[in-house]
């Protein structure tokens, strides 16, 4: 059973920084990234990145997040730079594995105050 545990979310002001990591146990995954939600909205994708290392950002955040992983660790991070108060959501760490099965974290409460 995969687990995943995700760290560093936390509030900030405008223009800071933030840094959340993600820690899956289990097999090794073909895609692993982080999604949001915002408040009375659907979950849309922030950044994933490919076991080759591959990324994919919401044009939203291109230029100011950088998503990254270890293999050797399965961790999966995402560097939040430039922070605005539209990035306030809950972050969810999610994998999915070779057989197309996705997973998904408890979430972490991102808040950027003005």
Not at 8 to 18: D, E, I, M, N, Y
Not at 45 to 56: C, D, H, M, Q
């Amino acid at each position: 059973q995969v687990q995943l545990v995700e760290s560093g979310g936390g509030l900030v002001q405008a223009g800071g920084s933030l840094r959340l990591s993600c820690a899956a146990s289990g097999s090794i995954f073909s895609i692993m990234g982080w999604y949001r939600q915002l408040p009375g909205k659907q979950r849309e994708l922030v950044a994933s990145i490919t076991k080759s290392g591959s990324t994919n950002y919401a044009d939203s955040v291109k230029g100011r997040f950088t998503i990254s992983r270890d293999n050797a660790k399965n961790t999966v991070n995402l560097q939040m730079n430039s922070l605005k108060p539209e990035d306030t959501a809950v972050y969810y760490c999610y994998v999915r594995n070779y057989r197309g099965y996705d997973t998904w974290g408890q979430g972490t409460q991102v808040t950027v105050s003005s």
